[in-house]
């Protein structure tokens, strides 16, 4: 059965750090690639995805992922935090052309310091 | 738009007892789903529905049914409450099923949580 790791549960950043949220999942097929997010006291929401195509996608706010295939891995980036940012990140993956299973990470608590 | 829209926010139940969380949404979604979230691992998916009628198992099903009548609501029925169901649940729904409708972004309600004594 597929997987998603998320290897940092928690991470604290002081504002203008450089972020990377590590995960990585188990599927040798073809996979959809998500980050959603969820701010203190607000829905979870699509931060970016990757479905096909160049594997560096940018998202909202700055986000970036990249999809190494080779290392199964979707690792979130943004070259310089702010306290907005402070919230709950997680990484979620589907396996196949029409599955329907999105799995989720553990998720990582990101805190930043102003 | 509401969007998808969970009730009750919160419910505190006793062992045993019965329940259901309801989730609708008015965006003519075929797809549906429910999650449950717990502290340090993630979201679990639970059940979900790929149009009215149509219902599978997820990752967590057990003590858990669905149905789905109608395209807009997708009920959570906890048939006999246990402990072990403490949680946050969250709904989400997607438009649809055809082609690689595992790349559609998942619209998420507000939640519920739940607790069983």
């Known amino acids: 059965a597929q997987s998603v790791s998320q290897h940092n549960h928690h991470v604290i950043l002081s504002e203008a750090a450089s972020l990377e949220l590590g995960c990585n999942y188990s599927?040798?097929?073809?996979?959809?690639l998500f980050w959603y997010v969820q701010y203190p006291g607000q829905h979870l929401q699509l931060l970016l995805k990757?479905?096909?195509?160049?594997?560096l996608v940018k998202g909202i706010k700055g986000f970036e992922a990249e999809f190494i295939k080779s290392k199964f891995s979707f690792n979130l980036r943004k070259p310089s935090v702010q306290w907005s940012d402070t919230a709950e990140y997680f990484c979620a993956v589907n396996a196949g052309y029409s599955s329907y299973k999105l799995i989720f990470g553990s998720g990582t608590r990101l805190l930043v310091r102003p | 738009n509401a969007g998808v829209t969970q009730t009750p926010k919160f419910q505190v139940l006793k062992t045993g007892q019965s329940m259901t969380l309801q989730c609708a949404q008015d965006m003519n979604h075929e797809y549906m789903s429910w999650y449950r979230q717990d502290p340090g691992m993630g979201l679990r998916l639970i059940h979900y529905?790929?149009?009215?009628?149509?219902?599978d198992q997820g990752e967590v099903p057990n003590g858990y049914n669905v149905s789905r009548s109608t395209t807009e609501d997708f009920p959570l029925r906890l048939l006999s409450a246990a402990p072990s169901q403490t949680s946050v649940y969250f709904c989400?729904?997607?438009?649809?099923?055809?082609?690689?409708?595992?790349?559609?972004?998942?619209?998420f309600g507000a939640g519920s949580r739940l607790t069983v004594l």
């Open positions: 990757y479905f096909s195509g160049d594997p």
């Open positions: 529905s790929v149009g009215a009628g149509i219902t």
């Open positions: 989400a729904s997607s438009y649809g099923t055809g082609g690689n409708s595992g790349a559609n972004v998942l619209t």
């Open positions: 599927y040798g097929g073809t996979v959809n």
